[in-house]
């Protein structure tokens, strides 16, 4: 049996295993900002101005994190094509301990003046460059490790991890809040989920050292045939093609998981008056189904293809988000089902990463998806919330009609995927053997 068609081996769990578990703790570190946004707004500006305007300084402090992500992951991208794939694996999750742990160890506005808010300023930016390298530089790391007609398993799987990462941290959030009062977490509670993440992510980083080096990069280098040129000059010039798919698939995956996920409880709650708990319980079923679809969407892929995984995925997401939006008011007894289901269907976009990996040959596949993913990612998930706030002045069915477009979108892709984007001998390297 050829590597092509082979079982995945122990060597491969462990890999996945890790590969997953860091991308959950970075995750993890990355969002829980948003669960503390309200208290660190206080504590790290002055007291006396307007609320407007601290909430404003501190969301724009969480936004740094999503600007900062196409720098970061394109220079992380170019040392992963030159030097090594496992190199920056390593480095992003030590980018994202290392600020984690300071945000935790920060002195506030009281203490440091004006000093306070730019060390947070400084540490979101870190923060974001490196979570711009490590979801790509995951992908292509299990990519490249797995046989061929694992990848979307593999990807799936990945960023089912990804999305543990979010639960996580609403879980931490959740035991914080109910274990102290809010005058014992303005004194220093807040502290304690940045530092578990700094903590998890420093072991993460140091299990890590266990991974191996992919084999295509190491015969890249062996026949050296690492890029010649800048990779990033190379994705621009020479696969504009597979740059726009992979923006608009990512345009599909950061929305539906944006405007589903994490801005739904607010919206049932204003547009319905669903209680806060009861919005919050059913958004974690939803996550938890979000994780079980990324593995479905992962194995279908690998079995049917992308364009037939695309085309029935996103039917499904149309109807059960078009269901979800219009009978959740009539009838809150079905909002955990219909939560959950449409959760389970935005777990299409678990196939997102199958493309992207095969979209872009390996010498310069790296810094291609993390270019396409990092700046639409930058563009779409912090433009997401806008439209849409925006757009239900107009309607407040908007969240509906953002998903159904979605939908419509991926469902193009997904024709348009029937033509020949990617070469079937570019998937998994130079050394694929089709048998």
């Known amino acids: 049996m050829s590597n092509y068609t082979r079982p995945l081996n122990r060597q491969d769990y462990k890999t996945l295993t890790l590969a997953a578990l860091g991308g959950a703790l970075e995750f993890y570190d990355f969002i829980i900002f948003v669960f503390f946004a309200a208290v660190v707004g206080e504590l790290f500006f002055p007291a006396d101005i307007p609320e407007w305007l601290r909430q404003v300084q501190t969301f724009g402090i969480f936004a740094a994190g999503y600007l900062a992500r196409p720098l970061g992951g394109i220079v992380m991208a170019h040392f992963g094509d030159l ?12 980018l994202m301990a290392l600020p984690t742990l300071a945000i935790g160890l920060l002195p506030t506005y009281a203490s440091m003046g004006i000093l306070a808010p730019l060390l947070l300023l400084l540490m979101r930016v870190l923060q974001g460059a490196a979570i711009g390298g490590e979801v790509p ?31 996580l941290g609403s879980v931490v959030a959740t035991l914080v809040n109910t274990s102290m009062t809010q005058q014992g977490i303005h004194d220093g509670g807040w502290r304690i989920p940045f530092l578990l993440g700094g903590a998890f992510g420093l072991v993460a980083m140091y299990l890590r050292r266990w991974l191996q080096e992919t084999p295509i990069f190491l015969e890249m280098q062996q026949r050296k045939a690492l890029a010649q040129e800048l990779p990033v000059k190379s994705v621009v010039l020479k696969h504009k093609k597979a740059v726009v798919v ?12 944006v405007v589903v996920i994490l801005m739904s409880p607010v919206w049932l709650q204003k547009q319905y008056g669903l209680a806060p708990a009861l919005t919050l319980q059913a958004n974690s079923v939803a996550t938890v189904m979000l994780c079980f679809g990324c593995l479905a969407a992962g194995l279908l892929v690998d079995r049917v293809g992308a364009s037939r995984t695309f085309i029935v995925g996103s039917i499904l997401l149309a109807c059960s988000s078009w269901f979800f939006y219009h009978l959740v008011g009539p009838h809150p007894e079905y909002l955990f089902l219909l939560y959950g289901l449409v959760g389970l269907c935005v777990g299409v976009v678990g196939a997102v990463p199958f493309v992207m990996v095969r979209a872009f040959p390996a010498e310069v596949r790296f810094t291609g998806i993390s270019f396409s993913y990092n700046v639409s990612y930058a563009i779409f998930g912090g433009l997401t919330p806008i439209a849409v706030t925006m757009l239900m002045g107009v309607s407040p069915m908007a ?9 419509l979108m991926g469902l193009a892709l997904g024709i348009w995927l029937r033509q020949d984007l990617y070469h079937e001998d570019r998937i998994a390297g130079p050394t694929v053997q089709q048998s």
Do not use: D, Q
């Open 137 to 167: 530089g995951a992908w292509v790391f299990v990519a490249e490790h797995v046989p061929a007609r694992r990848i979307g398993i593999a990807c799936g799987t990945l960023t089912a991890g990804l999305t543990v990462g979010i639960l």
């Open 246 to 257: 992979s923006m608009l698939l990512t345009w599909l995956l950061s929305a539906g998981i």
């Open 83 to 94: 030097v090594g794939r496992k190199k920056m694996f390593t480095l992003s999750i030590l």
């Open 399 to 407: 969240p509906a009609w953002y998903v159904l477009a979605l939908s």
